[in-house]
C-alpha cells in the first residue's frame, strides 16, 4: 500500500450533491452513443472546522442521476461525525455495501466521496494534492480527447483532428467502429494527412468488436503507426485482450472500466495490456487510483488516466509510470479556473487541494432537477 501522509484532523458533516448537465463543445459520436451533453453530479464535503472538499462524477445517463444522489444521501448517514480518514472510511462504507456489491453507482458514489475527503485534507494541509502525497507539482503530458467522433464526412473530422491540437497538443484520440474496416482506415488517414507527422493518434472503439473482429481491424491499424488501440473488445475479456496483445504490433489499452484495483490487478496477472488507463470513479477514488498506481509500477506497465482531467493531473505526477492525461473539457464552463494546459501538458495548479471550485452561476444555469 502506499505511505499514508500524515492527516489534518476533519470531521464529516454533510454532503452536498448537485447535478448539472453541460453541453459539449465538441459532439462526440462513439460506437455505443452520440454525447452532445453530459451529466454531471457536483459534490461537497463539508467539515465541522468549516473546510470543504469537492469532486464530481460523470454520471453516463440522466436516469443515474438520483440512484446516486441517494447513495451519497447513504454515505452521509454512516459517515456524519467520523475523522475524515479515507482508508478507513472506504472500509466502513465498504462494509455497509456489501450485500449490494460495491460496483456500479455504488462504487462511482464512494468514489467521488474518497476524491472530496482527500481534497479536504490537502486543504487543510495548505498543500497542492500532488505534493500532500508526496510528489512534485510537474506538468503531465496530455491528448485532446474532446472530439473526433464516428463521422460520415472525413474532411470535416480531418478538420476537427487539427483544431484539437490548439493548446500545443501532440496526442488526439480518435473514435473508430465504422461499419467496416476499410472506413475505420479512411478516417486514420483523413486524420494523420490533416495533423501531419510527430503527432500520437490513438484509437478507441468503445468496445464495439468481438475478438476476431478485433483482430483483423488491429492487423490493418498495424500498418497505420497508432500511438496505441483501445478498448477493442468487451471490456472484462481478459483473455481476448491478452490474445491481441500478442498478436498485434499496435500497443494495447484498456482499463477505464477496471473495477476497483483488484479489477486491474487481474487484467495484469493475465499480461493482457500493453499499457493501462483506470477512471477515478470506477477505480476508488484517490485511494483506489494510489493502490492501482503500486500495481502498474510492480508490472512496469504505463499508466494513463481516464476523465477528470482536474484531479486525474495531480495523481498521474504521483504515479511512478505515469503515461498521458486524458484531457477533456466538459468541466470548464463549471469551474473558476480550468485546468491549463501549455504545450500539450497538463499544467498541475499550485492552489491547495484537487483546484477545483464551482462557478456558482454557472451551476445555477446548468442545474439538474432531481
Known sequence: MPKQPSLPHLTVRAIRARP??????????????????VPLLLIDLETEEGIAGRAYLFCYLRAAVPGMVSLLS??????????????????????RFTLIGVQGIVRMALS??????????????????????????????????????????????????????AGGFRAVKLRLGYPTVQQDIAAVQAVKKRIGGGIALMVDYNQALSADEALTRGRALDREDIFWL????????????????RE?????????????????????????????????????????????????????????????????????????????????????ALVREPLVIRDGHAIVPSRPGNGLAWNEDAVARYALPL
Open 74 to 95: 447513504e454515505v452521509e448517514a454512516q459517515t456524519k461525525g467520523e475523522t475524515v480518514d479515507p482508508a478507513a472510511l472506504a472500509a466502513k462504507l465498504g462494509r
Open 112 to 165: 467521488g466521496f474518497d476524491i472530496a475527503c482527500w481534497d479536504a485534507l490537502a486543504i487543510a494541509a495548505g498543500q497542492p494534492l500532488a505534493r500532500f502525497l508526496g510528489a512534485e507539482a510537474k506538468p503531465v503530458q496530455a491528448y485532446n480527447s474532446c472530439g473526433l467522433g464516428l463521422m460520415d464526412d472525413m474532411g470535416a473530422l480531418a478538420a476537427e483532428a487539427e483544431k484539437l491540437l
Open 20 to 37: 448539472v448537465e453541460v453541453p459539449l463543445n465538441f459532439v462526440l459520436g462513439t460506437s455505443r452513443d452520440v454525447l452532445r451533453r
Open 248 to 332: 498485434l504490433s499496435v500497443p494495447l489499452q484498456i482499463g477505464e472500466n477496471f473495477s476497483l484495483p483488484e479489477g486491474m490487478q487481474m487484467a495484469l496477472d493475465l499480461a493482457a495490456p500493453d499499457y493501462v488507463m483506470p477512471d477515478l470513479e470506477r477505480i476508488g477514488g484517490v485511494t483506489g487510483w494510489r493502490r492501482a498506481a503500486e500495481i502498474a509500477a510492480a508490472h512496469r506497465v504505463p499508466m494513463s488516466s481516464h476523465l477528470f482531467p482536474e484531479v486525474s493531473a495531480h495523481l498521474l505526477a504521483t504515479t511512478p509510470t505515469c503515461h498521458y492525461l486524458e484531457y477533456v473539457d466538459w468541466a470548464d
Open 230 to 245: 483501445e478498448e477493442p473488445i468487451r471490456h472484462d475479456d481478459y483473455a481476448g485482450a491478452a490474445m491481441l496483445a
